[in-house]
């Protein structure tokens, strides 16, 4: 497709499972991005990758998080012992440009992961 | 922690008017961008505005930026119901290979 791609749209878990979150990026950006929003809050920054490395991870909130992207493209987040805090709506977002500076971010529609 | 906050936190307006919302940044800026979310849906990037520059349009979109009181507003003119929406503003420090930092957002509501 054209845009950016996230899947599952919903998902809803219990207290201490493991989740898995996808994207698929832009064809041909290199950078891509997570983002977590919740409810009337502004999206806040997770990992960025640039290629298959993960160039800033600072924002993953603790080590039950964990994002990989392999083959430079495809985007997997992890999310172990889920806890209802960690309920919220998963963005991803890719761009053109090498550099985290400058450009646009094109974003997916979201993945909205409820923990019950 | 948030970079960027917009003001106001809710905006309600009449279809035709103008729409002004503000964002203030505490650190230098590489650049600023404004986004917009419509409810439920990801982000869509509106316009992109660099630290030296001080003004600049796109069609109803008019973005401004003060780096000397590290301020920025976007003005949405003769609104529509359609613009009915969230805005972000979001930055990104002079220090370079930061990630984008968004502010909460001003939820603007267009009445027709």
């Known amino acids: 497709g054209a845009g950016v791609s996230q899947t599952p749209s919903n998902k809803v878990t219990e207290k201490g499972k493991y989740v898995e979150l996808r994207c698929d990026p832009i064809?041909?950006?290199?950078?891509l991005y997570w983002y977590r929003q919740s409810l009337g809050q502004g999206p806040e920054f997770l990992i960025y990758f640039q290629g298959t490395g993960a160039a800033d991870d600072s924002g993953l909130p603790n080590d039950r998080f964990f994002a990989v992207r392999p083959e430079g493209s495809v985007s997997t987040l992890k999310i172990q012992r889920t806890e209802r805090g960690d309920s919220a709506v998963y963005l991803c977002?890719?761009?053109?440009?090498?550099?985290?500076?400058?450009?646009?971010?094109?974003f997916g529609e979201g993945s909205r992961l409820t923990v019950l | 922690s948030q970079q960027g906050e917009e003001d106001p936190q809710a905006l309600s307006i009449q279809e035709g008017e103008n729409a002004t919302m503000n964002c203030s940044y505490k650190t230098s800026i590489n650049n600023l961008q404004w986004y917009r979310q419509n409810s439920g849906r990801g982000l869509v990037h509106l316009i992109l505005i660099r630290s030296n520059e001080r003004e600049k349009h796109s069609g109803r979109l008019r973005v401004t930026l003060d780096t000397s009181k590290k301020s920025s507003s976007l003005l949405i003119t003769a609104s529509r119901a359609a613009d009915t929406a969230s805005y972000f503003c979001?930055?990104?420090?002079?220090?370079?290979?930061?990630?984008?930092?968004f502010g909460k957002g001003t939820r603007l509501s267009v009445i027709a």
């Open positions: 977002a890719s761009s053109l440009k090498g550099s985290m500076n400058t450009g646009e971010l094109f």
């Open positions: 064809s041909g950006h290199t950078a």
């Open positions: 979001a930055t990104d420090l002079i220090s370079g290979n930061t990630p984008l930092v």
